[in-house]
């Protein structure tokens, strides 16, 4: 090795950049310093493109225009059904029913909120990634990440002053859309909490996804490769995950079919609820379910609490203003034959020719012989219906036919008497499940109301593990000389494997 | 430990090629060291571990005391890193370019303004201070990349590949700004393919191939220890005839070993040492009548010691190592 004796020392010349002390700034310093600084370029870059207003002004159009179709197909829909309402009321004489006009204001609200949070969770599906997908591989491409890396801007800086400049982008298009929003406070039906809770949804969406874009990033070399592949992870998760979660509860049934004819279906596994813990339309659904103008929006309720297995209370609704049979009131609940408990589980019978027979709901359907069994979910089938018995877990379902042959007559002896005969087969094969076998602790004190809050909660979570999951395995990609010490290095160095090879080759060549 | 930079048995993998087959270097403070080589020698894996943007795979290294294994963050403080190829962001000016960099190495506002102005100042790049960064010419470019690397006053300057692709006006001028780097008491390595680039402006050089440092020291020590032959141009007055014979008298001349005659009318001859006794063939050929109108090295010097050591080098490797043979290819 040479010594150093060639050097030579020049004298310290003063210069005016050296008028600063070698102070070292701190961990914190450089992290926060990071941000604001690699935050600040971007941001400074970003805005002064044109095509940074274009977007915001597209965006706005889409949700205005989304929001403006949904009202004007609404308002002309409720004009065509109260017409109709209206001449059958004429023909039947019966007065029951639906007002012309009913809730047509609530119901635009809600639709307005449920096509908005949708439209707007699609945005941030392809927008979010697609905005963070380039932020190191550009980087990387423009070969202005080495300068970035040999800086002491701390890693975890620079990445999350990075993501956070392309998130500031979303979190100006979601703010943006809070005037198009506010337009369901005209026609009601949605709270502000209800608006506050979405857009608690649609930031931890964009962080999310946006975290996801970064990731990819931060692996691929491309921003090309990164954006398509960001685009197809997004893609599997929020379009993914509803099909494989129906799939598995599909797949978790076994049916067998009694001589008697009653068709037992059990369900030997549920799908698991976090499948659907990335999903941001389960969020949604679960976010709009309650935003209906009765308090409760079938479709999306029904689905959240098949998805929780948890209860949903349908209130007065169940009992008063739908229970129809087909222009028939019904007595609710059905005297003498069925009661229901106060607590748990929902029971509903529904013919598909007369819309929602809601039974009641409980966690059990008491039986005048004094037998219990508890309810999980009647679905309705055409002329029929069907009961899940058992709350949690494992459980029986039972199809069979209700002879409903004159539509709008209740069946003889009550649609209790009917429900009896179909169980009392089975009750005779296979020992009902108990409801006191299955305490169902966290479903039993809050189970009244509906199962809202119970989804998207955790979806926001998920999201939030999510974006901070990858946001770090991110800061490990981006320099590999900076990775979290989670293993404390050897401290010496190795010797290298061939030791020959250090020899100084200088001399070989020497004479 | 003096030396601003102390590298001992560096080595860099990548699968199985050895990229850095352990390099030891050591440069002191006020050096302006070159590490030479041909492309894909190892100049650039090596200045990337130095600049913690790779860690090496066996070896190590120390800037200004900081090991680059062991205290990365510590060591991107003293060391101000140039790559060979480097982007610039799109729409952002000059000085925002510098002032961004300031806040990455935490210099604060009032103290970067200042820094900002003076760094373009002296980059020659104050009149550019508020254009765009990619307007700006490539030498433009890459004085405002070297003003970068200066942000922070580290006291040792990594540049890979400065001149790289710059016309010969632009290439002084960022000679003159090593050289007024070095009078402001920076320590500098600096790469190049290109020898001569570096023969006025480094105190040492280092010849690197093949991931190994071939020789070492200053341009003159390593010619008076590796010259062994050097190959001369001469040209005769005359017709081809008259060529004829001086190529055949200076084949008869013991000083030299080699005697060709090129297509364009010129001979070559080689000459086993450096330091043969030219002038005595010269005298020779021309007392015995030759019309000698220009006797001159064929290659520059240091082009041929580079050729020299490389090729030796690439012979080495073939298994066919004689070291005495020393005529360029």
Known sequence: MTAVSSATTPTAAPTGLSGRTDRVPGPLRGFVGGIIAVAARDLRGRMRSRRTFLVITVYLLLLAGFAFGIYAYLQRQAEMESALRLREMVESGSLWGVAPGFAHSARIGHQLFSGLMLLQTILILVLAPAFTAGVISSERERQTLDLLVTTPLSTVGLVVGKLFAALLWVFVLILASVPVMALVFVFGAVGPDDVLRGYALLVTLAFGMGAVGLFLSAICRRTQTATVLASIVVLVIALGSIPAHALWGMLGTETTRSATGVTTIKRTSRAPEQLLWLNPFAGVADLVCTTAPGGYDAGTCDYVASVTNRPFFGGARAVTDDVFFRREPMPVPFPGNVVIDDVGWQVQIADWGGGLLQVGDGPAIRLDDGGVMPLDLVGGMRGGFAIEVGADGPGIEVRGLMDVADEGAEPEGGIGAVLRGLLAPLRADEPPVRPEAEPVADQAAPSFGYPRDTLWTRNALAFLVLGLVLTLLSTQLVAPTRRLRLRRRSGPPMVPATATLTTPAAQEVQP | ?329
Request: charged letters at 25%.
């Open chain 2, 1 to 329: 430990m003096t030396e601003v930079l102390h590298i001992q048995g560096l080595t860099r993998r990548y699968g199985s090629t050895l990229a850095v087959a352990g390099i030891d270097l050591s440069v002191g403070p006020g050096e302006i060291v070159g590490l030479v080589g041909p492309n894909g020698a190892g100049k650039t894996t090596t200045m990337r571990m130095l600049a913690t943007l790779l860690v090496p795979s066996a070896g190590d290294a120390w800037v200004a005391g900081h090991s680059i294994r062991r205290a990365p963050d510590r060591v991107r403080r003293v060391i101000g890193y140039m790559p060979d190829s480097f982007g610039v962001y799109d729409g952002m000016r000059a000085w925002e370019y510098l002032d961004f960099f300031a806040r990455c190495h935490s210099i604060p506002g009032r103290v970067r303004a200042r820094l900002v102005h003076d760094l373009l100042d002296l980059v020659d790049l104050g009149h550019k201070r508020d254009a765009e960064v990619q307007s700006l010419s490539r030498g433009m470019q890459q004085r405002l990349c070297l003003a970068q690397t200066l942000v922070h006053d580290p006291p040792l300057l990594v540049l890979d590949e400065p001149a790289s692709g710059l016309d010969p006006r632009a290439r002084v001028e960022l000679r003159e700004l090593i050289r007024e780097l070095r009078a402001m008491g920076k320590t500098v390595l600096i790469s190049s393919h290109i020898l001569p680039e570096l023969e006025e402006l480094c105190t040492r050089v280092a010849i690197i191939d093949h991931g190994r440092v071939l020789a070492e020291g200053t341009v003159a020590d390593i010619e008076r220890r590796l010259r062994r032959g050097a190959v001369f141009r001469v040209s005769v007055a005359g017709d081809t005839a008259a060529v004829e014979a001086a190529a055949l008298a200076l084949g008869r001349d013991p000083a030299v070993r080699t005697s060709e005659t090129l297509p364009d009318g010129r001979i070559e001859i080689g000459v086993p040492e450096p330091d043969t006794d030219l002038p005595g063939i010269l005298a020779r050929l021309v007392a015995a009548g030759h019309p000698v109108s220009a006797f001159a090295p064929a290659v520059s010097d240091l082009e041929e010691l580079f050729l020299q050591v490389t090729a030796r080098r690439d012979e080495a490797d073939g298994g066919d190592a004689d070291m005495t043979h020393g005529t360029a290819a």
